[in-house]
């Protein structure tokens, strides 16, 4: 089981590799999308 702070962080890891891959708005897209 996860720390809700470690998968943060990770999550926002994955999150900064991915907008550098694809660009920062289709990575936002896909964030508002998931998030909500």
Known sequence: MFHSQ???RS???LTLNLAE???V?????LLSISTA
Do not use: M, S
């Open 6 to 8: 470690e998968l943060e």
């Open 25 to 29: 708005e289709p990575t936002r897209r």
């Open 11 to 13: 999550v926002y890891y």
């Open 21 to 23: 891959e694809v660009g």
